[in-house]
């Protein structure tokens, strides 16, 4: 007998994460290693837990997580959304709690492009009226 395996897409800037869920005992592996060990700080490790926090399955199910691209915040929020749309699929009345806290809609903002003439996105070269 085989275990139900929910899966979910995250994408943050240029990171994207397939995360897949499954009942067990509450262990988070990204990549293979414990998610601690992949997302060094401890203020990335709560924004992973925050939607299992939310539907109280800290313990109640194992999530495994392929990640890539991007910066490590970058990973964290793509792992969050991931996690959120594989828990819709899991018991879709949780949809009222992730949607309250905002951990189902995808972050759109990206890096803004560097525009030719100029040194960056925004900035601008010096000006000198002589």
Same mark, same amino acid.
């Given at each position: 007998?085989?275990?139900?395996?929910?899966?979910?897409?995250?994408?943050?800037?240029?990171?994207?994460?397939?995360?897949?869920v499954s009942p067990g005992k509450g262990n988070i592996?990204?990549?293979?290693?414990?998610?601690?060990?992949?997302?060094? @700080?401890?203020? /990335?490790?709560?924004?992973?837990?925050?939607?299992?926090? *939310?539907?109280?399955? &800290?313990?109640?199910?194992?999530?495994?997580?392929?990640v890539r691209g991007g910066g490590l915040t970058g990973?964290?929020g793509a792992i969050r959304l991931g996690i959120s749309?594989?828990?819709?699929?899991?018991?879709?009345?949780? @949809?009222?709690? /992730?949607?309250?806290?905002?951990?189902?809609?995808?972050? *759109?903002?990206?890096? &803004?492009?560097?525009?030719?003439?100029?040194?960056?996105?925004?900035?601008?070269?010096?000006?000198?009226?002589?």
């Amino acid at each position: 007998m085989s275990k139900a395996i929910y899966y979910g897409t995250g994408r943050r800037k240029s990171s994207i994460a397939r995360v897949y869920v499954s009942p067990g005992k509450g262990n988070i592996t990204i990549n293979g290693k414990p998610y601690l060990d992949h997302i060094c @700080r401890d203020s /990335l490790g709560i924004v992973i837990r925050q939607p299992l926090v *939310a539907v109280d399955g &800290e313990s109640a199910y194992d999530v495994n997580v392929t990640v890539r691209g991007g910066g490590l915040t970058g990973q964290a929020g793509a792992i969050r959304l991931g996690i959120s749309r594989a828990l819709l699929l899991v018991n879709d009345d949780f @949809r009222s709690t /992730l949607k309250g806290k905002g951990y189902l809609t995808r972050d *759109a903002r990206k890096v &803004e492009r560097k525009k030719p003439g100029q040194p960056g996105a925004r900035k601008k070269f010096q000006f000198s009226k002589r």
